[in-house]
């Protein structure tokens, strides 16, 4: 008898695509080159499932294309790359990864801050360049991390972790700003005061953006609001690209209207904006907050039991658009 048929997109664990066969005929892009629209949709054919990552946009090209596909299961917490609604038209269900890439995110998002305020990776090149040849008392003096004002724009579960981290561990006040205010027992355990965008922007210390994005979220961050910022301020993006207008950071990084930025996503990664990489006072990371063994295993892993659960049970552990079970999924 011929098993159900899914694509996984991009190379993953072994033990995940091998939990799958228990299932399905797997077909896995071990190449693992993003392939492109026109690729998708051919190895899409025939396939009732998909694990897809952030570098594949499936839209409802995607879905009428593919009329035997009934699950996209995102390999990421953040779903800008599904056209969800046109998605739910087709009757294809989404699922993402929450949860599982939680802390990791969080501790990822203070190791890139601290490392712009402290100028890690400019003080690391200077020293491989040999350029070190007499210590003296202002070498690369950077921002005070505890004690400090920590400003969070975006303020879910990734948000909350790094608050944590920040009022508990870090002794640091901590404020934030997110369409909707969290619950004041939350509030309380975050120690975190809620503020406008523009109290957010002039009292931050340093800034970090932990928001999904959208179109209301598209260059959130761009020459006007860093204006606004405090000349000593460091901006973090662990986000996604676009949520930060890149050239008028670069611009504004150049001449030092703030200290520095440490930066973990970009606007069309993987390309960078050449500007960005000229500056200094900016810490680049290819988008890796969430890459640990761990975390993403478990992060494949949740993709792959969505995929299991809905084609096996109807019932996906995360999903995005639950309510087109029963009501014009595809059967
Ligand atoms: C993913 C991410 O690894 O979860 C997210 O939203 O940005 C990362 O953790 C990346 O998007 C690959 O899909």
Redesign the pocket.
Request: no cysteine; glycine share 8%; hydrophobic share 40%.
């Given at each position: 008898m011929t098993r159900p048929a899914i694509l996984i997109t991009?190379k993953v664990f072994p033990d995940v695509v091998e939990h799958l066969r228990q299932h399905f005929d797997v077909d896995h892009n071990d190449a693992d080159g993003v392939l492109s629209p026109a690729q998708l949709i051919e190895r899409l054919q025939g396939k009732v499932g998909a694990l897809?990552?952030?570098?594949e946009r499936i839209d409802g090209a995607v879905a009428g294309a593919c009329p035997q596909l009934r699950i996209v299961a995102?390999?990421?917490?953040?779903?800008n790359?599904f056209d969800v609604p046109a998605l739910s038209a087709a009757g294809v269900l989404a699922t993402?990864?929450p949860d599982v890439?939680t802390e990791t995110?969080a501790d990822f998002g203070f190791a890139l801050l601290m490392a712009t305020a402290r100028r890690l990776t400019e003080s690391e090149h200077f020293l491989r360049a040999g350029q070190w040849n007499r210590w003296a008392l202002d070498m690369f003096a950077g921002a005070e991390v505890h004690g400090s004002t920590l400003g969070i724009l975006g303020m879910g579960r990734i948000g909350q972790a790094i608050a944590r981290r920040g009022a508990h561990g870090f002794g640091m006040k901590v404020i934030y700003h997110n369409r909707s205010r969290l619950d004041a027992a939350t509030e309380a355990e975050c120690k975190a005061r809620y503020v406008d965008k523009a109290t957010l922007l002039r009292e931050a210390d340093h800034l970090i953006l932990v928001l999904p994005y959208s179109a209301e979220s598209h260059h959130a961050i761009g020459a006007a609001e860093i204006a606004q910022m405090k000349p000593t301020a460091t901006l973090t993006n662990?986000?996604?690209g676009g949520i930060v207008d890149d050239a008028a950071l670069a611009a504004a990084l150049k001449e030092r209207r703030i200290a520095a930025a440490g930066l973990d996503?970009f606007e069309g990664e993987p390309k960078v904006h050449p500007d960005l990489l000229t500056v200094p006072n900016v810490v680049l990371t290819p988008?890796?907050?969430?890459?640990t063994i761990q975390?993403?295993r478990a992060?494949a892993m949740l993709a792959a039991d969505n995929v299991i659960d809905y084609l096996t049970t109807g019932q996906p552990r995360t999903p995005l658009n639950a309510d087109i079970i029963g009501k014009g999924a595809r059967p």
């Open positions: 991009r897809t990552t952030g570098s995102n390999i990421a917490v953040g779903y790359n993402n990864t890439l995110t662990i986000a996604r996503v988008h890796i907050a969430s890459a975390t993403r992060m």
